[in-house]
């Protein structure tokens, strides 16, 4: 488990991550997020000891981080970058072996990633005859060949084809069902909702939300349901148009058309439950969805102060 | 987790060890390494046996076969040069021949036919006005062939002198027959008291100094510029995240600093390997008698000055490149450095003409400098070995402490992307 307690670090006078905490269990994918200049960097280089925090700790299985645990960690930087000049297998070597990994070891890890990744027949070529797409799989390999326990991916999408970043999350899901412990850093947050189990957003270097991403939505849902009815006249026994009708029942609080589709707010009390109950067998629903708030929405509301 | 931990700490080898074998393999495995190792030997060997063979055949012009002209005005003078003259370059195993045709003897030093002529005016050998004597020849800074001529007729002219104003001829060339004076080299290492050397010896050890400063100069310089490029390198491609994920930043900038001075070792090692191979087996095997004004401690405190001054300045070379973005923000920071190393390059003559002066003992032990000085001054006079010791601590000691600052320096630097930094904001980093 990493534990992460009351950290700040400052470069000067400016204050880049403040009194930040926060844990990790492994098995489970962690989205650091929030917009640029929040502290993701600053907070991951700190975790991994390539800088110090001014206060606070940083403890892994509850021991504070040592030289060693360097071992136990594959990062992908956001900016990537690999020897230019040397041969793709002899880089790979080399980043294996500064984690600790045999040559041997590495070469049959390397071997595996670089054909799962389809760029195998690349593997004595010059790394600057890699194309972009090539060298963002070989860094991802580079990253994850010493078997590490907790994956650090900083923007890992930035720059791939929809394909390769399709392959690259099915990757990253296989490492969580293998136990690892992801944390994911982004900006992008729709990148975010689609992957993580849990978010820690991070705004101005303090956290300004953490949380189970299901809980979060729950807890900043703006109660609101899309309803599609089949057609107005499919609702057989009721006088009154759709709207009044939606309008009339107790959970409902407003209603919104939309075309065929109603957005409807519930009342205070209610939940979607409610009104699905309310409408069964009174008429034949085509969709039924409960609206989710996105995770940039929530960011917004909690930093124009509407939330938390 | 904590099973894959065990098992690769267990593996853990020392991650100073991987970079210094990383780089290292990456230096030896160079083209410009590889020739440079190869053409190593002939340069060391050029530039410790060949300046004693120049210098010596510079020297010493009695030995090589010139043709050389002597233009006399008239009868009385040409008799004067048949008689006086041409014996006396004769006897030096040049072929001379007198005319008075001055144009024809011109043209056949301009169409190289002849190397250059004397020319006598008629009161030679007893009187000779200004602008009359002289010797005209293509080349004029071959200093040894014109001492020669000049002692030759200096001492025709004073001989005839002498004898005009009634002096015996025996016992005139008893008066004026050359004093020859052997030059022998003191020495306190090798025990002996001195030893003859050849007439070349002053060039050959000047030139052998000249090498020695020249091979310390360039590789410290070559060697440094590489820690500096690779560093930089690191940092404008951004693996420099990934390493530091990986390695301490001191373990990244010692395993650089011995990698890379390894495979300068080892330049240094295959260099006085084949040179000590050609004066110790290919030189007797062939009977070629090799003047050699060198010996093997002299080699064995090349490799030790080598080993500090590349540890001084490939360390700043490393502090530098890590508080730069490019290579020519890395040339500019490390221009004062360089400076330093020049000094004894730009002195180099006036230290091995006075190497026991105040400026080359002091600059002898400065750490910056004393890699070429004191070099330079255990080629050419006999200095203790406690002072040549006291030097290279003085030197160890600074090693130390720079490496040290370059370390701080490095550790910051090496984080900071999408900027130069100038020497005031590296100053503040050594201080925090």
Redesign the interface.
């Known amino acids: 488990m990493l534990q992460v307690s009351h950290v700040t670090k400052k470069y000067g006078s400016f204050t880049a991550v403040d009194d930040l905490s926060f844990s990790a269990t ?1 098995g489970k994918i962690y989205g650091l997020i929030g917009p640029n200049g929040a502290g993701k960097s600053t907070t991951i ?1 700190m975790i ?1 000891n ?2 110090s925090p001014d206060s606070g700790s940083i403890e892994l ?1 509850g021991k504070p981080f040592s ?7 594959g ?1 992908l ?1 956001e ?6 000049k ?1 041969k793709l297998n002899e880089v790979l070597l ?2 294996a ?6 040559s041997r070891v590495a070469q049959v890890q390397i071997d595996y990633w670089l054909s799962r990744f389809d760029i195998l027949e690349w593997k004595d070529k010059k790394v600057d005859t890699l194309s972009k797409g090539m060298a963002q799989k070989a860094q991802f390999t ?1 990253t994850i060949l ?2 590490p ?1 907790i994956v650090f991916l900083d923007e890992p999408f930035s720059g791939l084809d929809p394909v390769s970043a399709d392959d690259l999350l099915a990757i990253v899901r296989e490492l969580k069902d293998k ?1 690892k412990l992801i944390l994911f850093s982004t900006h992008v947050m729709e990148q975010a909702e689609k992957i993580c189990d849990h978010i820690i957003m991070l705004n101005g270097g303090k956290k300004i939300l953490d949380g189970d991403l299901g809980e979060i939505r729950k807890r900043h849902g703006k109660n609101t349901v899309t309803v599609r009815f089949s057609s107005y006249d499919a609702l057989p026994g009721i006088d009154l148009s759709c709207a009044e009708f939606l309008s009339s029942l107790p959970m409902v609080a407003a209603v919104s058309e939309d075309g065929l589709a109603y957005s409807v707010t519930l009342a205070t009390g209610f939940d979607s439950d409610s009104l699905l109950v309310a409408l069964a067998g009174k008429a034949r629903i085509d969709s039924f969805a409960v609206n989710e708030p996105s995770l940039h929405s929530v960011f917004v509301d909690i930093v124009q102060g509407k939330g938390e | ?2 099973n ?2 065990k098992k ?2 267990a ?3 020392s ?1 100073m060890a ?2 210094l074998a ?1 780089e290292f393999k ?1 230096m030896v495995w160079n083209k410009t390494f590889i020739i440079t190792t190869i053409l190593g030997p002939f340069f060391l060997a050029a530039i410790t046996i060949l300046p004693s063979l120049i210098a010596i055949k510079s020297m010493d012009r009695s030995n090589q076969r010139l043709n050389v002209g002597v233009y006399a005005p008239d009868e009385t003078s040409r008799a004067n040069a048949e008689l006086l003259i041409v014996p006396a370059f004769r006897r030096m195993g040049w072929n001379a021949s007198v005319s008075s045709d001055e144009p024809v003897l011109k043209a056949a030093v301009l169409g190289k036919s002849m190397d250059g002529y004397l020319r006598i005016p008629s009161s030679f050998p007893f009187e000779s006005p200004t602008g009359e004597l002289g010797w005209y020849s293509k080349s004029v800074t071959d200093l040894g062939v014109f001492s020669a001529i000049e002692n030759q007729v200096s001492d025709i002219m004073v001989s005839a002198r002498l004898m005009k104003a009634g002096a015996d001829e025996t016992y005139v060339r008893s008066l004026v027959k050359p004093v020859s004076i052997p030059v022998y080299k003191l020495s306190s290492t090798t025990g002996e008291d001195g030893k003859k050397t050849g007439t070349g010896d002053f060039l050959g050890v000047m030139f052998t100094c000249l090498g020695f400063c020249m091979l310390i100069y360039m590789t410290v310089i070559l060697y440094g510029k590489e820690i500096g490029r690779s560093v930089v ?2 940092k ?13 930043s001191e373990d990244l900038l010692y395993g650089k600093l011995l990698g890379i001075g390894f495979a300068g070792l080892l330049q240094y090692a295959v260099w006085i390997g084949f040179t000590l191979a050609i004066l110790n087996v290919v030189g007797p095997a062939f009977h070629m008698q090799i003047p050699v004004i060198i010996g093997m401690d002299k080699f064995g405190w090349l490799v030790l000055f080598f080993i500090g001054g590349y540890l001084l300045y490939s360390s700043l070379y490393a502090a530098c490149g890590a508080a730069s973005e490019d290579e020519q923000h890395m040339a500019q920071l490390a221009m004062p450095i360089i400076f330093l190393l020049l000094i004894p390059m730009v002195m180099l003559q006036a230290f091995i003409q006075q190497p026991d002066s105040l400026l080359a003992v002091i600059l002898s032990y400065f750490p910056f400098t004393s890699p070429m000085v004191m070099m330079i001054r255990v080629l050419v006079s006999p200095v203790p070995v406690w002072n040549i010791l006291i030097s290279l601590g003085i030197l160890a000691v600074t090693v130390f402490v720079v490496v040290q600052l370059a370390a701080r320096i490095f550790r910051i630097g090496i ?1 900071m ?1 999408g900027k130069n930094f100038s020497i005031k904001d590296i100053a503040s980093w050594i201080k925090n």
């Not at chain 1, 030289?67 to 960690?73: G, K, V």
């Not at chain 1, 900016?79 to 230019?84: D, N, Q, S």
């Not at chain 2, 990934?242 to 390695?247: A, E, P, R, T």
């Open positions: 492994p280089r991994m390539i800088l299985d030289a060693e645990d360097s071992n136990r960690i990062y930087p900016e990537r970058g690999l020897y230019k040397q080399y980043l072996a500064l984690k600790g990994c045999s580079a010493h078997n326990d136990g | 987790m904590e894959s931990a690769n700490t593996k853990n080898q991650k991987v970079v990383y990456k390198a690191e404008s491609s951004k693996i420099v995240d990934i390493l530091l994920s990986s390695v301490r984080q992307s």
